[in-house]
């Protein structure tokens, strides 16, 4: 039996994606600048709890919905055909129960929060359970997805100030620009499959011109970067950190030059360092004003 629960465990964690944190960490960063931000360098220590925690069950939500809505397409794609639904080793009810655990889970959590914050999960649960289907709707799948993910953001400052300033929407725009540009680099790995199944993404609705436009976002990304720190006023060492995210910028568009899948992919990844860049330029700026 416990050979049997093991296994079953295993299966649940895969179908969760906790063996690649990528998700969980480009999900993390935008919330962490949001939470710096919003507790202007000392976020209370209960709320940041809170969110890292929210974050993680979150992500996993999102991904064991994403299979669920997925499942017949993934059968089809060698990339993901083995995943835990797709090659049958967990049933349909199996993940829908699993992602009414973690969103029940995250809700628990919320709610050693404020009303605010926790009526404005209700919208974030909302985007998370509708962005797998998205694909089948629109060209635009990656800017739903940079809104599901962006909503930890306004979400963030409603948590540590009970209110959502303008602020707080420019960083959202600035998380929904970054999420299509390195969810494009993304969608370029599967676009072959992706034409064949009848799936949609922005790398199609791009086509050719799918590295000049990721291009054209990261530089708004950077921009609004930059008009978030004037507005907050913060300063060099924040400033040397969206520096580093810029080398990163033109590290990610010579990866994705020739348009490899394994280099897309690389190029994806990549985007981890980048909002790990930002974050420590933030959270350096806001220690050295504390010494």
Not at 119 to 125: E, I
Not at 136 to 165: E, I, N
Not at 217 to 243: D, E, K, P, R, T
Not at 256 to 282: P, T
Request: charged share 15%.
């Amino acid at each position: 039996m416990s050979l049997f629960v093991t296994e079953r465990l295993r299966e649940y964690a895969l179908l969760m994606r906790l063996d690649k944190p990528i998700g969980f960490f480009l999900l993390l960063w935008p919330t962490l600048w949001a939470l710096l931000i919003a507790g202007e360098g000392q976020p209370d220590a209960q709320v940041l709890l809170v969110f890292i925690l929210g974050v993680l069950l979150m992500r996993s939500a999102g991904c064991v919905i994403n299979d669920f809505a997925d499942t017949e397409i993934d059968r089809h794609v060698a990339r993901t055909q083995n995943r835990p639904l797709a090659a049958g080793r967990i049933r349909k009810t199996e993940a829908i129960v699993l992602f009414v655990l973690l969103c029940l889970m995250a809700l628990g959590l919320v709610l050693l929060l404020n009303t605010l914050t926790v009526m404005m999960s209700f919208v974030g649960v909302l985007l998370a359970a509708t962005y797998p289907f998205m694909k089948r709707l629109t060209y635009l799948p990656q800017v739903y997805l940079g809104a599901a993910f962006g909503w930890a953001v306004p979400m963030a400052f409603a948590a540590q100030t009970g209110s959502v300033p303008p602020i707080a929407w420019l960083l959202f725009t600035t998380t929904v620009l970054w999420a299509t540009a390195y969810d494009t680099m993304y969608a370029m790995v599967d676009r072959g499959d992706d034409l064949a199944l009848g799936v949609k993404s922005t790398a199609i609705l791009f086509g050719e011109s799918d590295r000049l436009i990721i291009g054209v976002i990261q530089v708004m990304v950077l921009v609004s970067l930059v008009m978030v720190g004037v507005q907050v006023g913060l300063g060099w060492f924040y400033y040397a950190g969206v520096c580093v995210a810029a080398v990163l910028v033109f590290y990610q568009q010579w990866l994705i030059r020739y348009r490899e899948r394994k280099e897309c992919f690389r190029a994806f990844l990549n985007n981890h360092w980048f909002g790990a860049a930002v974050f420590a330029g933030l959270l350096i700026d806001y220690l050295y004003r504390l010494i």
